[in-house]
């Protein structure tokens, strides 16, 4: 029984705080650990016990790990003090942090060394469905651990998809957040033509957006561009993040991926610009500069 199992949660940020307190509602044993005593005082609050990296790693059956990127993830498992040296076999780490498959596969192998069992399982979605409990979850791992842990993740997440292998979750994540940029950036090039043309965006988006053209992004992030709010959201830093791990990835595999590069030169100047804690959408921000325009103002 999977409730019977003590689970550790290492990371309260944005996502994990809500995630952690989604856990202690439906009824697990939750142990949770962030560097911000506030955070980890919040989830205690509703539930969950305190406990140190290592006692989470010495302890609970199952470790989840809620972390900004693959150097923190790798630190906190594989690093000095990493949970690596205190977990055994028969154990399970999830991770639900977005970062490089790569360095799954590499966490992945070390722990396979002593017998422990492992499943990347970023999520999209953002704080509001981390709050819902409505995220979607891209899992890579062996299917029978998949098939023991989903409940788990279904706590969390209204859907949760197997992708294939150990670094399948992360590497899905990376493609949905290259369409993702790639999306954006033509929406916002898009209404800035139509504008210098002379056409309205609005009239531009209600015609087009039933259309081949219409996506979820454009949806969102149209109404957005127009207003000039730039209020996150999906902030351009964590996508930048995600950038670089898509880069970085496809140098290793030797996949093309020019439409990411130039994405990420246009988020980077916007960080570069102060805008890094902006909404992506901002990105709308680099064609009003080029043109002198405001889209849709
Ligand atoms: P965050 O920066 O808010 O939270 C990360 C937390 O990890 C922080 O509270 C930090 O104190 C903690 N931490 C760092 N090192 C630690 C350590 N050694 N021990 C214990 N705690 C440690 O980030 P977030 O927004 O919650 O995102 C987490 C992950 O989820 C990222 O990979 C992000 O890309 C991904 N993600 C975020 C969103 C979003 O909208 N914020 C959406 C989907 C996916």
Redesign the pocket.
Known sequence: MLKDKKIGL???????KPMAKNLVKAGYDLYV????KE?VNEVVGCGAKAAT?KEIGEQCDVVLT????SP?VK??MLGANGLINVMHSGQVFID????NPVASKEIAAELAKKGIEMLDA??????PKAIDATLSFMVGGRQEIFDEYKELLETMGSSVTRCGDIGAGNTTKLANQLIVACNIQALAEALTLAQKAGVDPHLVFEAIKGGLAGSTVMNAKAPMMMEGNDAPG?RID?HI??LNNVLDCAHSVGAPVPMAAEAQEVLQWLHNQGKGAADHSAMAQYYEKLTGIKIGR
């Open positions: 290492i990371g309260l940020g944005i996502m994990g650990s962030d560097l911000k955070s990296n809620m972390l900004p990127n923190q630190q906190v639900m942090s977005s970062i970023p999520v999209s979605g953002g704080e999906f964590l993040k995600d």
